[in-house]
């Protein structure tokens, strides 16, 4: 079993929509998650970083960990093509040297 | 704009030929990272630094090599490249609180 389960998608959704992107994991040490998105051919990019447990809202994306749960997700409101990526979470433990990454989730925003 | 540059952005080369591939930062972080992307298996740590000569493996190390000389170039060599070896390679430097930024990748060919 891997240490961190993303569903690969692909995931397809109309314009305006709310989208939900999750990840599980089974390290109860990890402490800093991290969401990346990526366009095709193109390097990830950091989209959203949290601490522990919690929300983080920006702009219309928001990240909440519960650690309870052992599961993170990245909401997105009011959906954009623009937003058609494919999406990856990431996460480490404190003083750990290397991230462990989902496998990612392709999302399209149809217009 | 993460500062960081590969070389090539784009290789084609024959099995049994040595490839190495360059990853240039501008910001001076300590930790660089090599990964590969491959459909079906998301981002896969190859090998990593933490200084100036100082390098470990990651999960898929068989085959590469790294070498890093100076803090702001990271080198990663193929001995002798296989068809398994093409791939999309990404480095990464590593920012505050485990966060890592990536560079725009290099597409290897292997024929």
């Known amino acids: 079993q891997k240490e961190v389960e993303q569903d690969p998608g692909p995931l397809s959704v109309p314009e305006g929509a709310i989208v939900s992107l999750n990840c599980t994991y089974s390290n109860s040490a990890f402490q800093y998650f991290m969401w990346y998105r990526q366009y095709s051919r193109k390097g990830p990019e950091l989209l959203m970083y949290?601490?522990?447990?919690g929300n983080k809202e920006d702009g219309r994306f928001t990240a909440q960990v519960d650690k309870s749960s052992k599961y993170i997700s990245l909401f997105i409101r009011d959906s954009q093509p623009s937003d058609s990526a494919t999406y990856l979470c990431?996460?480490?433990?404190?003083?750990?040297?290397?991230?462990?990454f989902g496998q990612g989730t392709r999302l399209t925003i149809n217009p | 704009d993460a500062g960081i540059t590969q070389s090539p952005r784009h290789k084609v080369t024959e099995t049994g030929t040595p490839v190495t591939l360059r990853c240039h930062q501008t910001e001076n972080h300590r930790y660089m990272y090599w990964y590969r992307q491959d459909p079906g298996h998301g981002l896969r740590l190859i090998h990593y630094?933490?200084?100036?000569?100082?390098?470990d493996k990651g999960e898929v190390s068989d085959g590469y090599s790294v070498s890093r000389s100076k803090t702001e170039d990271f080198l990663l060599t193929l001995e002798s490249a296989t068809s398994s070896q093409t791939s999309v390679y990404f480095c990464a430097i590593r920012k505050e609180e485990d966060t890592q930024y990536f560079g725009p990748g290099t597409r290897l060919t292997v024929l």
């Open positions: 630094s933490y200084g100036v000569k100082d390098t």
């Open positions: 949290t601490y522990s447990s």
């Open positions: 990431a996460m480490s433990a404190r003083g750990a040297q290397k991230l462990v």
